[in-house]
């Protein structure tokens, strides 16, 4: 399985961008996929998941509300949009593929199989 990240830049204080994650080889519709990222200096940490079904997400409280994970059609690719972004949402975006379980959004970056390269995204002030 190979994930191609893309749609990061350069963006104002309370812009949007949308991220793609294309996930190709034996990918199949009922896995879960997830967004984390890693700011300067900082852990990688969680932002988003659907579960295979599609029916579950999760978010982090920092940017519920403001971003959205999508996956039209059970398609092998998810995007995040991001709305009124913030400094504080620089980063590096990776997404991932968790492939052991339908019903899960999991917010644990242990649960997850599969990484792509990532996508910077960079929210001037």
């Known amino acids: 399985v190979q994930l191609q990240a893309s749609g990061g830049g350069l963006v104002q204080t309370g812009g949007s961008l949308r991220l793609s994650c294309e996930a190709s080889g034996p990918v199949f519709s009922w896995y879960a996929m997830g967004w984390f990222r890693r700011a300067p200096g900082k852990e990688r940490s969680f932002v988003a998941a659907?579960?295979?079904?599609?029916?579950?997400?999760t978010y982090s409280d920092s940017v519920k509300g403001r971003f959205t994970i999508s996956r039209p059609n059970a398609e092998n690719t998810v995007y995040l949009q991001m709305n009124s972004l913030k400094p504080e949402d620089t980063a590096i975006y990776y997404c991932?593929?968790?492939?052991?379980?339908?019903?899960?959004?999991?917010?644990?970056?242990?649960?997850?199989?599969?990484w792509g390269q990532g996508t910077l995204v960079t929210v001037s002030s």
């Open positions: 659907m579960s295979g079904s599609g029916r579950s997400t």
């Open positions: 991932a593929v968790d492939e052991a379980n339908y019903n899960r959004a999991s917010s644990r970056s242990a649960d997850y199989t599969y």
